[in-house]
């Protein structure tokens, strides 16, 4: 009997010595899951704190760097605007520019500063750098609108060609390479359908559809308000520059393509006062 109690008290006790081990190690698993838990709450929270402040650093840098720009352009902006106005004081009618009378109407709010060219002058070809120059350069509120003028009757064709251009929206695409054809690349365009065989074996464009544009009544119309025009602005060479349908840069006086260009726009600043 004595064996028999002292056995079942030793697997009593052995069975409680494992139960309170296992009860510790859970007790011990469970903490350690909280703790790392813990851990991972609180570095995110800091890892979260870190990239906000960081953040908000970069964007108050983006802030002082974006205003500094802004700063720099008005400046600029205000230093081209005085010196434009100064120039325009400094060039005299009838000396550095001549005055239309009477004046054309642009039929426009924006001020127009007219080039009357042919695809055929040499001049004009020299002259397309200065234009474009003139074009990035001017400020809103102005424009460029160029007049293809007809002195002689095989100038015609490349009038025409310019119009249909513009009509059919190809004039960005187009305007450069017809000059280079024509001057550097020595073609001939003796006829409108010339000009198509070029343009649609060039640029992909409907032949049928360039030549139907190109004698069409709209752009016999625009031909002859450029001649009109041409000589309403006593326009007796190319290239010309007309302000406004008022003045015209005195090219006599001019030492160089860029005075010309430096003139017109004076004038098309002032006149936007």
Not at 101 to 110: E, I, K, M, N, R
Not at 155 to 171: G, V
Not at 226 to 246: E, F, H, R
């Amino acid at each position: 009997m004595r064996k028999l109690i002292l056995l079942l008290a030793v697997t009593l006790i052995w069975g409680c010595s494992q139960a309170n081990e296992s009860e510790t190690e859970t007790v011990v698993k469970e903490q350690a899951a909280e703790t790392t838990q813990a851990v991972k709450q609180e570095l995110k929270q800091k890892i979260s704190e870190e990239v906000d402040e960081a953040v908000a650093e970069q964007s108050a840098e983006a802030k002082e760097e974006a205003k500094q720009v802004v700063e720099k352009v008005a400046d600029k902006m205000s230093h081209n605007h005085a010196h434009n106005e100064s120039a325009a004081s400094d060039y005299q009618a009838g000396i550095h520019y001549n005055v239309i009378t009477p004046a054309w109407d642009t039929g426009s709010d924006d001020v127009v500063v007219y080039e009357f060219f042919s695809y055929m002058c040499a001049h004009c070809n020299t002259f397309q750098p200065y234009m474009k120059k003139l074009e990035n350069d001017l400020p809103e509120g102005i424009k460029v609108q160029r007049v293809p003028v007809v002195f002689y009757p095989q100038w015609r064709p490349q009038a025409q060609a310019y119009y249909t251009f513009e009509a059919m929206d190809l004039l960005d695409q187009v305007h450069a390479p017809f000059f280079a054809a024509i001057h550097q690349h020595k073609k001939r365009f003796r006829n409108i359908e010339e000009v198509a065989d070029w343009v649609s074996g060039s640029f992909n464009v409907d032949r049928d559809k360039f030549l139907s544009t190109a004698n069409s009544f709209m752009i016999d119309g625009q031909i002859r308000k450029g001649m009109q025009m041409m000589q309403a602005m006593n326009v007796t060479s190319t290239p010309t520059l007309v302000v406004n349908g008022k003045y015209t840069p005195n090219r006599e006086q001019m030492k160089s393509r860029q005075d010309e260009i430096d003139v017109a726009e004076a004038l098309a600043i002032k006149e936007m006062q």
